[in-house]
């Protein structure tokens, strides 16, 4: 179980947020994680059986989920069920982290105080936050701010007109000019006489190595981190949603767009334009080709291209009957 350092949390008992639960268990809830990280006193959620093989081995206390798919779940996990397994888990969410569904300005804003920085580089108007680590020989752009609690390792290169929040950065880290790192990703429950918003607790994770050019926005995760592998290039204006995880050594080129929960692999390289749906799996060593829209799953290996995109043969085949 780790900390949630980014956010204020509140101590509710599972009864007081599902009074009508039968259980003997009535613990304080530590935290809300998907399946594979949630531990003991914390609580998950599981709202298709796509992930039952992941279900079966959670380790979470308690989980949100509905009567045809709990059965999946282990005996020792309570299960809490509801008819919307996401709207029940916003709720939750929002009453344990109260401040998590919309961005407010960190208050705690400040020139950097050279003295608690060493070998750190910094422009002018730079702002920082509480409890912020940069690394030794960063340097840091003007007009770029660093949120509370952010961390940044050694030897990384942030642009002009940054911004990072519930980040993680790792080392030897680009971050070119005017990228938004950490806001709150795009997401609500839909209801008719005012849309509830999905609160969003994850964090961005950044690992050692990546390059990430000008004007990008990596949202952070809503339950699981958003997270950039070892040594990936992402070029300018790639969008990548809440929860999305790609591995290490992709190139990613211009305006690629990556909708929420999709894991891409290692070694994947994505032309420009391309979009990937969300809650996809691709593969690794697979490339994509400029202008395709993925909207199903790809194997290791493959060349795809089109809209859909289909395998390169199947593209260029259908190409030449036309």
Same mark, same amino acid.
């Given at each position: 179980?780790?900390?949630?350092?980014?956010?204020? +949390?509140?101590? !509710?008992?599972?009864?007081?947020?599902?009074?009508?639960?039968?259980?003997?268990?009535?613990?304080?809830?530590?935290?809300?994680? /998907?399946?594979?990280?949630?531990?003991?006193?914390?609580?998950?959620?599981?709202?298709?059986?796509?992930?039952?093989?992941?279900?079966?081995?959670?380790?979470? $206390?308690?989980?949100?989920?509905?009567?045809?798919? $709990?059965?999946?779940?282990?005996?020792?996990?309570?299960? &809490? !069920?509801?008819?919307?397994?996401?709207?029940?888990?916003? +709720?939750?969410?929002?009453?344990?982290? /109260?401040?998590?569904?919309?961005?407010?300005?960190?208050?705690?804003?400040?020139? /950097?105080?050279? +003295?608690?920085?060493?070998?750190?580089?910094?422009?002018?108007?730079?702002?920082?936050?509480?409890?912020?680590?940069?690394?030794?020989?960063?340097? &840091?752009?003007?007009?770029?701010?660093?949120?509370?609690?952010?961390?940044?390792?050694?030897?990384?290169?942030?642009?002009? =007109?940054?911004?990072?929040?519930?980040?993680?950065?790792?080392?030897?880290?680009?971050?070119?000019?005017?990228?938004?790192?950490?806001?709150?990703?795009? =997401?609500?429950? /839909?209801?008719?006489?005012?849309?509830?918003?999905?609160?969003?607790?994850?964090?961005?994770?950044?690992?050692?190595?990546?390059?990430?050019?000008?004007?990008?926005?990596?949202?952070?995760?809503?339950?699981?981190?958003? !997270? &950039?592998?070892?040594?990936?290039?992402?070029?300018?204006?790639?969008?990548?949603?809440?929860?999305?995880?790609?591995? $290490?050594?992709?190139?990613?080129?211009?305006?690629?767009?990556?909708?929420?929960? $999709?894991?891409?692999?290692?070694?994947?390289?994505?032309?420009?334009?391309?979009?990937?749906?969300?809650?996809?799996?691709?593969?690794?060593?697979?490339?994509?080709?400029?202008?395709?829209?993925?909207?199903?799953?790809?194997?290791?290996?493959? !060349?795809?291209?089109?809209?859909?995109?289909?395998?390169?043969?199947?593209?260029?085949?259908?190409?030449?009957?036309?």
């Amino acid at each position: 179980m780790t900390k949630n350092i980014f956010f204020k +949390k509140k101590n !509710i008992k599972l009864k007081s947020l599902f009074p009508n639960l039968k259980t003997r268990k009535n613990f304080t809830i530590l935290g809300v994680k /998907p399946l594979h990280k949630a531990g003991k006193n914390e609580v998950s959620f599981f709202d298709s059986a796509k992930y039952k093989e992941i279900a079966i081995n959670t380790k979470a $206390s308690a989980c949100i989920t509905t009567e045809k798919i $709990s059965k999946f779940l282990p005996k020792t996990t309570e299960k &809490i !069920i509801v008819k919307n397994v996401l709207f029940e888990l916003a +709720k939750t969410i929002k009453t344990i982290f /109260p401040l998590s569904d919309i961005d407010y300005f960190d208050v705690s804003l400040k020139s /950097p105080k050279i +003295k608690l920085f060493k070998n750190v580089n910094f422009g002018n108007n730079v702002l920082v936050g509480k409890n912020v680590k940069i690394g030794k020989n960063s340097s &840091i752009g003007s007009n770029s701010i660093i949120e509370h609690d952010v961390k940044i390792g050694k030897n990384c290169v942030i642009g002009y =007109g940054v911004v990072l929040r519930k980040s993680i950065i790792g080392d030897n880290v680009i971050i070119q000019d005017n990228c938004k790192i950490g806001q709150k990703g795009f =997401g609500f429950i /839909p209801l008719k006489e005012k849309n509830f918003k999905f609160p969003h607790i994850g964090r961005v994770v950044i690992k050692d190595n990546v390059e990430i050019a000008s004007g990008c926005t990596i949202d952070r995760g809503s339950v699981d981190d958003t !997270i &950039i592998g070892n040594n990936t290039y992402l070029d300018n204006q790639v969008h990548i949603a809440h929860n999305v995880q790609i591995g $290490s050594n992709c190139m990613i080129a211009g305006q690629v767009g990556f909708a929420g929960s $999709s894991k891409i692999g290692n070694n994947v390289q994505i032309g420009g334009q391309a979009g990937v749906s969300g809650h996809l799996k691709i593969g690794d060593n697979v490339k994509i080709g400029g202008g395709s829209g993925v909207v199903k799953d790809v194997g290791d290996n493959q !060349i795809v291209m089109g809209y859909p995109a289909v395998p390169l043969k199947e593209f260029l085949k259908k190409k030449h009957e036309s």
